[in-house]
């Protein structure tokens, strides 16, 4: 099993900046994807952004060209690093993770490990 914690969320104006990170524990060496995923209260989850165990990344449309997934594999720590935040970009933000080799990458059933959420808010 795989613990995930998010951190970095908060309240930035529109056009600014956050970083979320994501910090992993227990049986990180069976993590193959792991992504970002955002959720508004009264909608479906959605996927944001995954990378996989070697680097290749996916993402949304909506986010293409503003946020940046990355890993630091020494601290066991995945980032999503948000530009050009806009409010439509507010929601809940959680980690998740799998050891599935195959599947869709930004598929919320695709993944068996979540943590708990981090609050992004961006005011206009």
């Known amino acids: 099993e795989v613990q995930l914690v998010e951190s970095g969320g908060g309240s930035v104006q529109a056009g600014g900046s956050l970083r979320l990170s994501c910090a992993a524990s227990g049986d990180t060496n069976s993590i193959y994807y792991m992504a970002w995923f955002r959720q508004i209260p009264g909608k479906e989850r959605e996927g944001v952004a995954a990378?996989?165990?070697?680097?290749?990344?996916t993402y949304t449309d909506s986010v293409w060209g503003r946020f940046t997934i990355s890993k630091d594999s020494a601290k066991n720590t995945l980032y999503l690093q948000m530009h050009s935040l806009k409010p439509e970009d507010t929601a809940m933000y959680y980690c998740a993770a799998d050891s599935l080799t195959w599947g869709a990458p930004l598929a919320t059933y695709e993944y068996g490990n979540w943590g708990q959420g981090t609050q992004v808010t961006v005011s206009s």
């Open positions: 990378i996989d165990i070697h680097g290749d990344t």
